[in-house]
C-alpha cells in the first residue's frame, strides 16, 4: 500500500540518522599542516553519516579556517598571552630554520610556545559556558593530537572517557610514554635523528636514544603547568597524565609500506594518506598550458611554513641558476613575493604565490617535485607516483628525507649545499635521466592504491568501534608503567652483566688460590726432597 511504501521511505531517509554518532575534535590553530589533517579526517567521518563538533582555538590567527568543511567549528579566540607564540612562528623561527642547522639554535626561545599553550588553554577553559556547552551535547568520543594536555582535561570535564589519540606526524617520540606507542631507538629514528636511517651507527643510536628519552622528559616538564591550569578550575580535577595515557587508540599519519618498521601494538593503527585528496582534479586552461610548454615539468615548493622568501639570497639565486641550466624543462617555483622578480629574463622559471599542488601532481606530464620533505607532501607524492628531491629544512622533514632514500623514489640535497648550484643541478639531472626513481615511485603508488582497504575506511570503522564498545581498556600493555631502564631491560641487562663479571671474577680467584696451592704444594714437596 502506499501508506506502507510512506513508512519503507521515511525509514530508509532516517536509518543512518538512528546510528549517527557524535564526535568532538580538539584542533588548535598551532601550525597550517596539523590544522589541515585534522579537518580532514573530520569531514571523513561527518563522510560517514556522524556529527563532528571541533573546538578550534586560534593558536595563530595567520592561519585561517579550521581545515574542515563539514564539521561544526567553535572558534576559541586567541588568548593575549599567545600572541607571543604567533610572533615567535611567523617571525623568529621562520627566519632561523632557513639560517641555522643546528635544531636548538632554530629553537631558541622557544620557551614561548610553551607559555602560549598554557595561556590558550586557560582561554579555552574559560570562554563563556564552553564546559555547560560540551557537557551538553553528550559526545560519544573525543579525538585529538597530542600537541598538549589541555584536550584531554576538556575531554574530562565533558564528561567524555571515550578518545583517541589522531597524529598529524609518522613519528612523535615524546609521547611515548602518553601515548602507549612502542619504540625501538636501536633501528627507529626518532623525530628529529636528522638523516640517520634505520642503519645507524654506534653514535647515531647514542644520539637517536637520547633524542627519543629527552623529548619525552621535556614534554613531562611541562606538565604541572597545564596540571595548575584545571586544579585552579577544579581542586580535585585528576591527573592529566593518567587521563592522556588512558586513551584507546593511536590513529598515526604514517604508512607501513613506504614508513621505517617500528615496533607497534593493538592500539595503533596507521592511517597515513587518509588526508590526500581523492580524485584530482583536471587542471584548467592556464596550468595545463604551462605543463604543455616543454618536455618535462619540474615542481618546487617548500610548504606553508618554510617561506621561499625567506632563504637566504644565495639559496634563491642557486635555484634560479639551476632552471637557467635546463631550458628544456619548466620549472614551477612557489614563491610568496612576486616583487622580487626572480624569475626575469628565465623564461622557464614559473613562479607563483599558489599552485593546485595535488592537481599538479597528479597529472603524468609532471616529471619531478623538489619538496621540503614536510609529511603532507611526501605522502602526496608517494600517492602521485612521483619521484623526489627532497631538501629538508627542519624537524621529521630530515626522516622524511631518509624515508624517500629508504625507497627509492628519490635524492636529498642538504639546505646548506644549496649555497653551490651544482649539487642540486646534479639531483635533478639525476632524477630526469635515471629511469630507477620514476619506476619506484610509480610501483609504491600501485601498492598504496591496491590496499584491500582505504585509510578513510579503516580510520571510520575503528571510531565507530570505539563509540560502541570503549572505553577500550583490553588494549593496555604495562610497558607505560615502566621506566627507560626496566622497558629496555636495562637493568636486566646490567644485573646479568655485573653477575657474570661478579662470577667470573670469583671464578679466576679460585682458579689463583687453587694453582697457589697446587704450586706451593709442589714447592715444599721439592725442598724436602
Not at 192 to 203: D, H, I, K, Q, W
Not at 282 to 294: E, N, P, V
Not at 302 to 313: N, P, W
Amino acid at each position: 500500500s502506499s501508506t506502507m511504501r510512506q513508512l519503507h521511505i521515511l525509514i530508509v531517509l532516517f536509518f543512518p540518522f538512528c546510528n549517527s554518532l557524535k564526535f568532538l575534535a580538539y584542533s588548535p590553530k598551532f601550525g597550517s599542516s596539523h590544522v589541515q589533517f585534522m579537518g580532514k579526517i573530520s569531514d571523513v567521518l561527518v563522510e560517514a553519516g556522524h556529527e563532528v563538533v571541533m573546538i578550534s582555538p586560534q593558536m595563530d590567527t595567520l592561519i585561517k579556517g579550521a581545515g574542515t568543511k563539514k564539521a561544526r567549528v567553535i572558534e576559541i579566540p586567541q588568548a593575549p598571552g599567545a600572541q607571543v607564540f604567533e610572533e615567535f612562528v611567523n617571525n623568529k623561527m621562520v627566519k632561523n630554520i632557513w639560517r641555522e642547522s643546528s635544531m636548538f639554535k632554530m629553537m631558541d626561545g622557544a620557551e614561548v610556545i610553551m607559555e602560549a599553550n598554557i595561556a590558550q588553554c586557560n582561554a579555552t577553559l574559560y570562554h563563556p559556558g564552553i564546559v555547560e556547552l560540551l557537557r551538553k551535547e553528550k559526545f560519544d568520543v573525543g579525538y585529538t593530537e597530542s600537541i598538549d594536555f589541555c584536550s584531554m582535561g576538556l575531554f574530562h570535564l565533558a564528561g567524555i572517557d571515550k578518545y583517541a589519540i589522531t597524529e598529524s606526524l609518522a613519528m612523535v617520540d615524546g609521547n611515548f610514554f602518553y601515548s602507549q606507542i612502542p619504540s625501538n631507538p636501536a633501528y627507529v629514528p626518532s623525530f628529529t635523528s636528522g638523516f640517520a636511517g634505520e642503519n645507524m651507527t654506534f653514535l647515531e643510536r647514542t644520539a637517536n636514544l637520547l633524542i627519543t628519552v629527552m623529548t619525552g622528559m621535556s614534554k613531562e616538564s611541562f606538565l604541572d603547568q597545564w596540571q595548575k591550569v584545571f586544579r585552579a578550575y577544579q581542586p580535585d580535577f585528576p591527573s592529566l597524565k593518567e587521563l592522556t595515557v588512558r586513551n584507546s587508540l593511536v590513529f598515526m599519519n604514517s604508512d607501513p609500506l613506504v614508513d621505517f618498521p617500528r615496533p607497534s601494538a593493538a592500539r595503533i593503527i596507521d592511517i597515513g594518506g587518509i588526508a590526500v585528496s581523492d580524485g584530482a582534479k583536471k587542471l584548467d586552461t592556464t596550468w595545463s598550458g604551462i605543463m604543455d610548454l616543454r618536455p618535462q615539468t619540474v615542481l618546487i615548493s617548500f610548504g606553508t611554513f618554510a617561506k621561499a622568501h625567506l632563504m637566504l639570497d644565495e639559496y634563491k639565486k642557486s635555484i634560479v641558476e639551476t632552471a637557467k641550466k635546463f631550458p628544456e624543462v619548466t620549472f614551477i617555483w612557489k614563491y610568496e613575493i612576486p616583487e622580487h622578480k626572480l624569475s626575469e629574463g628565465v623564461d622557464n622559471l614559473v613562479e607563483t604565490t599558489w599552485m593546485p599542488q595535488s592537481d599538479i601532481l597528479d597529472d603524468p606530464r609532471l616529471s619531478a617535485f623538489v619538496s621540503h620533505g614536510g609529511q603532507a607532501s611526501v605522502t602526496e607524492s608517494y600517492y602521485a607516483g612521483v619521484p623526489l628531491i627532497v631538501i629538508p629544512i627542519c624537524f621529521d622533514q630530515l626522516r622524511n628525507a631518509a624515508q624517500v632514500l629508504r625507497n627509492g623514489v628519490g635524492l636529498v640535497v642538504e639546505k646548506t649545499n644549496l649555497v653551490n648550484s651544482e649539487k642540486l643541478e646534479g639531483a635533478i639531472r639525476e632524477i630526469l635521466t635515471n629511469t630507477k626513481y620514476g619506476s619506484n615511485a610509480r610501483k609504491i603508488q600501485k601498492m598504496l592504491k591496491d590496499r584491500p582497504f582505504s585509510m578513510s575506511e579503516i580510520f571510520v570503522r575503528n571510531m565507530e568501534f570505539l563509540a560502541k564498545h570503549g572505553p577500550l581498556r583490553q588494549l593496555d600493555h604495562y610497558g607505560r608503567h615502566l621506566n627507560v631502564f626496566q622497558y629496555y631491560l636495562i637493568d636486566v641487562i646490567a644485573f646479568i652483566t655485573v653477575t657474570a663479571l661478579t662470577g667470573l671474577i670469583i671464578l679466576l680467584i679460585l682458579i689463583r688460590t687453587c694453582l697457589r696451592c697446587i704450586i706451593g704444594s709442589f714447592t715444599s714437596k721439592t725442598k724436602l726432597e
